[in-house]
């Protein structure tokens, strides 16, 4: 019987060769490297932390001066927290001192205080106060502020980025900001957020919003046909680090027919349906004709993931009198879409642990799924054919 | 000698809390020659008694003054010698408030003669008094800890720049106290999650912590110089927070705990 092991030289094109045929002959990526924790190391020096990566909605930070959240990203403690002059911005959370988390939770300070020895920062990342340390000759304070990372803003979400090196989050994104701005996400407001853990891989999920093929078998209660008629995929005239589908159908698929949509977003009949962008590495968003939902994914090791769904509607849909009750089945058609995408992604994350698993083919209708993961091969191998 | 603008609530812990700042009592003498802002009594440290009220839960003697700094600033060089040469500060028998605004009408102002009288009635009653609880502690403890309650608006152009930490702690630049007892403040200030410190920063102690504070002689002082944002509303009426009062209180009480703890370490409970 045919069987994939993780061989020790995981890094070597050659046991990738077969993913990168062209997409009629290729296999899928070896099941390793959804279970490989050496395959998981490379992916986080290679893309977390040479990309830029969604963080959600910028009004998870409060206005006021002060607020803050914090979260893991790749096993890195941020915390991004609002300035006295309003202005957001990321630093990782861990005290200068000896490394403790400096804050918790979310919330509102007037410093970053550790809570271990009390070492505080301003809300610029400044080191200010270091309790007993007094007569120190050889410590200067301002060589000790929490360490900043990159933080940009694109439609209405904050992006950060742990290399300095890196370039600008726009260019970073290419073509996608222009294909996308009739929708004016940057003034959309999130009316919810729900976070769902994932037992499998990240690239379980990041495959999976690429994979048209999947949809009317898993979401059929969920998101039936509603007569679309056709599909656009990524192909050679989309720009940036992103991969994008399109679904033309007319209004909203996202609640049952019988119930109240939310008001249309004035749209030019060109951007009817449902545009589908997926940021590389972890940022999935769907530009819809009434609203936009962002994804965020939190990779936490090789074999969990936490996945994050915010919802964003225009200003003036999220103040209409009966929002609450039109909105109560967009949620519920995407909490069910959620949940029965985690049933298969679980599954195929315990079937790659199988000693006798062999891969497979992709179908015409993966073409996305096969360039997603030639994306992630490109950075963690890199670009060699194996030969 | 006793005077009916002192009160001394009287125990037998080694803590003595000395309150020179917060008075508001204008004597009716003085009153007609002030100006508005001499009897609005803007830089008087609002509250201060209250803010410390669990004094007796520490055992602590309590000293204070119900008269006005306007009319003698006990925590002055008597002399008349600056506090800090070369900054702005107020005098013995001020003039003008923090703002440099008059305290006094034209001519209204104390001479010399005056502000040695004014020495002789108010200053010299309070210092009396405060030798006088220090020494029965020594003689109770064979230590004193003298704690000099202060507050200011946490801004201030003319006395310091930006705004003031929350917490300023003085000990004469180290002079008036043990490290130890500097740490116990700094350690319970810098633990509080919100507010900021500094040890010997503007505020370095007046002359009461540079007079008391000499630990040869058993005696260890500390000032602290609260901004009064941590507290109270810091405009006129200048109205008293109860809410951040109760979120404040904890950290006074730790850093004064903490005092006494250094005490019993070093020298030993005596009762």
């Not at chain 1, 092991?5 to 099941?31: F, G, S, W």
């Not at chain 1, 390793?32 to 992916?43: D, I």
């Not at chain 2, 704690?147 to 002079?175: K, M, Q, W, Y």
């Not at chain 2, 109860?242 to 005490?263: E, V």
């Amino acid at each position: 019987m045919r069987s994939i092991k993780e061989p020790a030289d995981i890094l070597d094109p050659r046991h990738y060769a077969a993913v990168r045929r062209p997409t009629d002959l290729a296999e899928p990526l070896p099941p390793w490297c959804y279970t490989s924790p050496a395959f998981f190391e490379r992916e986080r020096e290679q893309i977390f932390f040479k990309c830029w990566n969604c963080v959600g909605p910028m009004s998870r930070v409060a206005e006021a001066a002060g607020s803050y959240i914090t979260f893991t990203y790749v096993d890195v403690p941020v915390v991004i927290v609002r300035g006295n002059d309003l202005k957001l911005r990321a630093f990782v959370n861990s005290c200068r001192h000896r490394g403790q988390e400096v804050v918790q939770g979310s919330g509102e300070c007037k410093f970053l205080k550790c809570p271990y020895h009390a070492w505080a920062y301003s809300l610029e990342g400044e080191l200010v106060g270091t309790p007993l340390f007094e007569g120190h000759d050889q410590f200067d304070k301002n060589e000790y502020g929490l360490v900043a990372l990159k933080l940009e803003f694109w439609a209405g979400a904050m992006w950060i980025n742990f290399d300095p090196e890196s370039g600008d989050l726009l260019s970073y994104l290419g073509d996608l900001p222009e294909r996308t701005k009739a929708w004016h996400a940057e003034d959309m407001v999130c009316v919810s957020r729900v976070e769902t853990v994932i037992n499998a891989n990240w690239k379980q999920y990041y495959e999976n919003f690429s994979d048209v093929y999947h949809v009317p078998f898993v979401h059929t209660s969920s998101l039936p046909f509603k007569g679309h008629a056709k599909r656009e995929w990524h192909n050679e005239n989309y720009i940036g680090n992103y991969i994008m589908h399109r679904v033309w159908f007319p209004g909203t698929r996202s609640i049952p027919d019988e119930a109240k949509p939310l008001p249309e977003i004035d749209l030019t009949s060109d951007l009817q349906g449902a545009f589908y962008p997926w940021i590389y590495p972890n940022g999935g968003m769907s530009f819809t004709n009434d609203s936009m939902w962002l994804i965020e994914l939190y990779p936490d090791g090789p074999e969990r993931t936490l996945h994050v769904r915010s919802l964003m509607v225009p200003k003036a849909s999220a103040a209409l009198p009966d929002f609450a009750s039109i909105i109560v089945n967009y949620e519920n058609t995407l909490a069910l879409i959620t949940s029965q995408d985690v049933v298969v992604l679980e599954s195929q994350q315990r079937s790659v642990h199988s000693p006798v698993y062999c891969t497979g083919r992709f179908a015409r209708m993966d073409k996305l799924v096969h360039d997603s993961e030639l994306w992630i091969l490109d950075r963690v191998i890199g670009n060699a054919d194996g030969q | 000698m006793s005077a009916d603008f002192l009160i001394t609530e009287r125990r037998g812990g080694p803590l003595l809390l000395s309150m020179p700042h917060g008075g508001t009592t204008i004597p009716d003498w003085l009153a007609p020659r002030l100006s508005a802002n001499g009897t609005a009594i803007d830089d008087t440290d609002w509250w201060i008694d209250k803010l410390y009220d669990f004094a007796a839960s520490l055992d602590a003697t309590v000293l204070r003054t119900t008269l006005s700094r306007y009319v003698i600033d006990v925590n002055r060089d008597p002399s008349g010698a600056s506090l800090y040469p070369g900054q702005a500060t107020t005098e013995l028998c001020p003039v003008t408030d923090f703002d440099g605004i008059p305290l006094y009408k034209d001519g209204e102002a104390p001479g010399e003669a005056e502000i040695a009288d004014r020495r002789v009635r108010y200053f010299a009653p309070y210092h009396a008094a405060l030798e006088a609880e220090l020494a029965r502690l020594k003689s109770i403890h064979g230590y004193a800890l003298l704690f000099d309650c202060h507050s200011i608006r946490s801004v201030v152009p003319r006395l310091f720049e930006g705004r003031l930490p929350v917490f300023n702690i003085g000990t004469n630049s180290g002079a008036a106290c043990d490290d130890g007892i500097a740490a116990a403040v700094v350690t319970a200030c810098a633990a509080h999650p919100d507010f900021d410190y500094a040890l010997n920063g503007r505020f370095k102690g007046g002359w009461i912590t540079r007079r008391y504070g000499k630990p040869a002689d058993g005696v260890h002082a500390v000032q602290l110089e609260l901004a009064q944002l941590a507290y109270m509303e810091e405009a006129r009426p200048w109205r008293f927070d109860p809410i951040k009062t109760q979120r404040l209180q904890p950290t006074l009480r730790t850093a004064l705990a903490g005092m006494i703890d250094w005490g019993k370490t070093h020298f030993g409970a005596k009762r």
